[in-house]
Structure formats: structure tokens, C-alpha cells
């Protein structure tokens, strides 16, 4: 398996609304990471997950708030959003050891959030 | 300045053209180039990577580093309108970051 599986594929939440996003891996990569991707413009980092343990938040504001239950695993729960926060969201994963190559993500298809 | 530069394009070349990309940085310390091809609408898929300066070769595609010049490119033999995508340059120190630097990302169109 060298996929990241992602969903919601799609999600429409009003600014009052509580949702998750899911995001799954079984390549045994040791780091995962959830980017923001507005229109026309590069993939921004949120935060990094390294064994299971939050290692970097980008001061993401705290209506974001990730969550890594297992190696295998990382949500990002959503509460109180902005209809700025609308974007596609990435969740990537590497092994960041050994040869280069594991060093390059393998991104997810990203979930696309509408905030109404 | 920013760290890294890309022209965003739109870039539109006829099939079977030769087609380069290119990314400039100004941080002396990147070791981890990667290029990254995304199809609108989905995820950025890896393309090629390289570790410090050279080239690298698959098949159609070939990328090169030139630490001298902080310049590193992407050329596309025999392209193809299924080419049709951006393209974004990444890269990043060795250091204990995990926080790779990305281009703007060029958008490339491929006319069959």
C-alpha cells in the first residue's frame, strides 16, 4: 500500500459546525503532516506529526486542532472556522531516514472545505 | 527576496516539445531538492528528487542542481498533453526541520 487516503473527499460546514478530518497511511512512515493549499498557490505546513507526537505547529490558530492516535493515523478537527479557512486540505506522509527518495512526501488527494 | 522563486507560469508548449522548469533559491543550506506535479483538484504527487548537486534521470524527465548557482531545473522530453499540470519545486536543510520550502509552483499546458 503507498497511498495516503484522505476523507472527507469533499466537506461544506457552516462556522458554527464541529468536523474531522481523516487521514490514513500504512507505509509505516514515521511523519505525517497536515498543509492548507489556497488556489494557485503552493501547499502551506500546519503541523507535523513525528512518532505519533506533535513535533511542529505553524501557529495554526486553535480552531485547528490535530490529532494523531496511532502511527498510522492523523485527524485534524475543525471548530468555529472562518470562511477564510476554506482551501484544500493536505495530509502527507515520509520516513524522513535513510535514502533521499524517503525523504519526498507522499501526499494524500486532500479533502476541499467550504466554510458557509 | 523569498527563499524560493519559481515563475508561476502559465507555460504552454506544443506536444513533443522539450520543457524546462526552473526554481531558484537563495538559501545555501538545501540539501533535499524534490519536484512535485499536481493535477488540478488533487493531491501534489512526487515527480523527482535529489540529494545535493547533479543531475537525475527517468525516463522522460531529468533534474538537475546547481548548488554554485542556487538553481535547480526540471526538463520534460517529449511532452505530452497528460504532462498538463504544475509543477512545484520543494526543498529543504538536513537540519532536525521537517519544513520543506516550496515554490509557487508553474503551471504547464501541453497542446496537443
Known amino acids: 500500500d503507498t497511498e495516503v487516503t484522505q476523507t472527507p473527499k469533499h466537506l461544506v460546514m457552516g462556522m458554527t459546525n464541529k468536523k474531522s478530518l481523516k487521514c490514513e497511511q500504512h507505509m509505516g512512515h514515521r511523519a505525517m503532516y497536515w498543509y492548507k493549499q489556497k488556489a494557485k498557490k503552493p501547499p502551506e505546513l500546519m503541523f507535523v506529526y513525528s512518532y505519533e507526537k506533535l513535533s511542529i505547529n505553524e501557529s495554526v490558530p486553535s480552531r485547528f486542532s490535530p490529532e494523531c492516535p496511532n502511527s498510522s493515523l492523523l485527524n485534524l478537527h475543525l471548530h468555529a472556522l472562518q470562511p477564510e479557512d476554506s482551501a484544500l486540505y493536505l495530509c502527507?506522509?515520509?520516513?524522513?531516514?535513510?535514502?533521499?527518495?524517503?525523504?519526498?512526501?507522499?501526499f494524500g488527494s486532500g479533502t476541499r472545505l467550504t466554510v458557509v | 527576496q523569498k527563499e524560493v522563486e519559481q515563475d508561476p507560469g502559465p507555460l504552454s508548449v506544443p506536444e513533443g516539445a522539450i520543457v524546462s522548469l526552473n526554481c531558484t533559491y537563495s538559501n545555501s543550506a538545501f540539501q533535499y531538492f524534490m519536484w512535485y506535479r499536481q493535477y488540478s483538484r488533487k493531491g501534489p504527487e512526487l515527480l523527482m528528487y535529489?540529494?545535493?548537486?547533479g543531475n537525475k534521470e527517468d525516463g522522460r524527465f531529468t533534474a538537475q542542481v546547481d548548488k554554485s548557482s542556487k538553481y535547480i531545473s526540471l526538463f520534460i522530453r517529449d511532452s505530452q498533453p497528460s504532462d498538463s499540470a504544475t509543477y512545484l519545486c520543494?526543498?529543504?536543510?538536513?537540519?532536525?526541520?521537517?519544513?520543506?520550502?516550496f515554490g509557487t509552483g508553474t503551471r504547464l499546458k501541453v497542446l496537443a
Open positions: 535529489t540529494y545535493s548537486s
Open positions: 502527507a506522509s515520509n520516513q524522513e531516514r535513510g535514502t533521499a527518495a524517503n525523504y519526498g512526501y507522499t
Open positions: 520543494a526543498m529543504r536543510t538536513t537540519s532536525g526541520t521537517y519544513k520543506y520550502i
